[in-house]
């Protein structure tokens, strides 16, 4: 009988082959493959067909959630846990709005963990011990909409408000760039650079770009050992 499909996305070796070892011994689970980064995760969910897709927050190239949206978007069927070393509330509702179906910190009990795939896999949600219907889960949604806010997320964009071009910016800011330094980098005027950072600061709702660096940093848009600057 076939198991339920999962595919493992962690930059860690180490994690990922922790994760190999304590789900493999499942019966009813299958590892099909792994990925290092989100956009080897959207490749692989299209190659491999998995059931579950257990997924980083913080990885190289696009971040988990960035890749939990793309992957939703193109396979609805696809359940993604949420396995990341960041736990708070807010970071759990960016996550669900993304698509995600369940949200562990990595300090999550082997036995929970398997719990929450055969969870995800029959359709329910889990918020770290918490399983909830469709219906309850809307119910979740609506009080953290309220209290995290819903006019700095579109309704029709799950993650950041950022264009394409605004994260570039913002990537680049975190790894400590200068607004003329960035400008070299991206072969766009200085003018244009101010006028990104500035709609950056509007959209996070943020002063200053120390405040910006820290929001991006703690919602795992940008990884930490990202280095544009050895790029130049």
């Known amino acids: 009988m076939s198991g339920i499909r999962v595919l493992i996305v962690d930059d860690h070796p180490f994690f990922r082959e922790g994760l190999r070892r304590v789900i493999a011994i499942e019966g009813d689970i299958e590892i099909v493959g792994e990925a290092s980064d989100g956009e080897e995760a959207v490749e692989q ?21 960035e890749a939990t949206y793309r992957i939703k978007g193109a396979h609805p069927e696809v359940g993604v846990v949420i396995l990341t070393a960041y736990d708070d509330e807010e970071q759990i509702y960016h996550a669900i709005r993304a698509g995600a ?41 609506r009080e953290r909409y309220r209290q995290f806010g819903g006019d700095v997320l579109p309704e029709d964009r799950y993650l950041a408000p950022l264009s394409s071009r605004e994260m570039e910016v913002l990537r680049l800011m975190v790894a400590g760039l200068s607004n003329k330094e960035i ?35 703690r919602h795992g848009w940008i990884p930490l050992r990202s280095s544009p600057k050895d790029e130049l």
Request: no cysteine; proline share 3%; charged share 20%.
């Open 45 to 65: 969910v299209s190659r491999l067909s998995p059931h579950v897709v257990i997924m980083d927050v913080n990885l190289p190239r696009t971040n988990g959630l």
């Open 183 to 217: 400008a070299y980098r991206l072969g766009i005027s200085h003018q244009t650079v101010k006028n990104h950072v500035t709609a950056i600061l509007e959209k996070l709702g943020v002063a200053d770009r120390t405040q910006a660096t820290v929001y991006a940093l």
């Open 101 to 141: 179906s369940a949200y562990h910190s990595k300090d999550v009990s082997p036995q929970e963990l398997v719990r929450t795939i055969r969870h995800v896999h029959a359709g329910r949600y889990v918020l770290r011990e918490t399983v909830l219907t469709e219906r309850e889960l809307g119910v979740w949604l």
